[in-house]
Each structure stands twice: as C-alpha cells, then as structure tokens.
C-alpha cells in the first residue's frame, strides 16, 4: 500500500534563504538512506501563513517509510541538521495519507 507523507513546517519569518539551504543538505543525505524524492510548495492561502512550507513523498509502503526512518534517527550528520533547523523552522506537523 502506497502511503503519503505531508510535512507541514512553519518557518520563523525571514528564514526562507536559510531553509534552502537546510534542505539541500537534508535531500543529498536523505537520498542515500533510501528517502524518495519530495515535492516542496509554499503555502498561497489559509489556513496557512505564506512562511509555511508544504513538503510531500510516496512511499511504497509504511514499511519502507519505517525503515528509512530509522536509518535517519542513527545518521548523526542528519541528527545535527535537525537541531540547526530549530532556529529556522518554528512548527512541524506530520500528516499521513493511504494512496487511494
């Protein structure tokens, strides 16, 4: 079963070039422990502020999802990008989807 990340991160404003950055370290990293490709959007409209970044992936199943997962909590150098990202990025909630 195909299943659907969505990350909605809220970015504390005028961070948007330092999130760039941030994220272009997480994709090189996240492509090497089995992560797909994401599609990024920046929120136009309610409910979200324009300093809100829409992030997606499919995965092919929850048990890839997991173990990619996992392999992230054991990476130190993701580990360091997540506590970098804390002065960048305000909020996070994670929502997932069956594929239907």
Not at 11 to 38: C, H, M, T, V, W
Not at 48 to 68: H, N, P, Q, V
């Amino acid at each position: 079963m195909k299943v659907i990340e969505r990350m909605i991160q809220e970015i504390f404003p005028g961070q948007n070039e330092a999130l760039e950055d941030l994220d272009k370290r997480y994709a090189a990293l996240e492509s090497k422990i089995g992560f797909p490709a994401k599609r990024r959007m920046w929120a136009m409209s309610a409910p979200y502020t324009f300093d809100t970044l829409i992030i997606e992936r499919e995965w092919d199943s929850m048990a890839a999802m997991e173990a990619a997962f996992e392999k992230s909590f054991a990476n130190q150098d993701l580990q360091a990008l997540g506590v970098e990202g804390r002065s960048i990025i305000k909020s996070v909630r994670v929502e997932l989807y069956m594929a239907a």
